[in-house]
């Protein structure tokens, strides 16, 4: 079973409105942290936000802000009012295991969000 | 903010010679890793490196690829004898604790001809 699951390949987005990129992961492991990272088109990965298993709160991070549903195994990102930069592809990734194990990460496929002006 | 810094930006080899990627992680990281990208495909887990020696390996790095920790700074990939598969971005990546952020650098681009 794939680790970490994004079904949407493409997302357009109006300009200053919001948008929701889907990602479930499957993990037996109690402790995981969840991540979410942005490829634009020159190809760096850029950091955008962490969930940690235990943490009681939906992590936030300027317009960005992870909808952390553990039952459900969802780890959505949610962009507030989108700008034209916000264009490129996002990656939500795993690592299962505890903090300090330095366990690999897992990457879903990516989403490929348009923001339309 | 300090960033993983990677060189060649893109390296372009023959097939069968063999490449060396280049990263300089952020200095008071322990924990360090390689991915690769092929062109339009997810992020892969190559290897990951503590304490000077190999943690975890995927089964995509087999015998072709060695890394190293040459002086307490650089961390390198060697890929031998390289294939037309190869191609691809190979990104480096540290981590202060193995956890809580992986920060990637730009990555280097391999193209194999």
């Known amino acids: 079973a794939q680790k970490i699951t994004q079904t949407q390949p493409g997302m357009f987005v109006q300009e200053k409105e919001a948008v929701t990129l889907d990602c479930t992961y499957d993990t037996s492991d109690p402790s995981y942290g969840l991540f979410w990272y942005k490829q634009p088109s020159s190809g760096e990965m850029i950091f955008l936000i962490y969930?940690?298993?235990?943490?009681?709160q939906n992590a936030t991070e300027g317009r960005y802000s992870l909808n952390f549903q553990k039952a459900r195994k969802s780890a959505n990102l949610v962009i507030s009012a989108s700008q034209l930069g916000d264009s490129a592809m996002y990656f939500c990734?795993?690592?299962?295991?505890?903090?300090?194990?330095?366990?690999?990460?897992?990457f879903g496929t990516g989403t490929s969000l348009t923001v339309i002006p | 903010e300090p960033e993983v810094t990677q060189t060649p930006s893109h390296q372009v080899t023959q097939m069968g010679q063999e490449v060396i990627l280049r990263c300089v992680p952020i200095?008071?990281?322990?924990?360090f890793y390689w991915y690769r990208q092929i062109l339009g495909q997810k992020v892969e887990f190559l290897v990951s490196f503590y304490n000077n020696e190999i943690s975890e390996k995927s089964e995509i790095f087999d015998d072709q690829f060695s890394v190293e920790r040459p002086d307490g700074s650089n961390f390198t990939l060697k890929i031998r004898s390289t294939k037309l598969e190869d191609s691809a971005m190979y990104f480096c990546?540290?981590?202060?604790?193995?956890?809580?952020?992986?920060?990637f650098g730009q990555g280097t681009r391999l193209t194999v001809v």
């Open positions: 990546a540290s981590s202060p604790t193995g956890g809580a952020r992986a920060f």
């Open positions: 200095s008071n990281h322990l924990y």
């Open positions: 969930q940690g298993s235990y943490d009681q």
């Open positions: 990734a795993m690592r299962e295991g505890m903090e300090g194990t330095g366990n690999q990460f897992y």
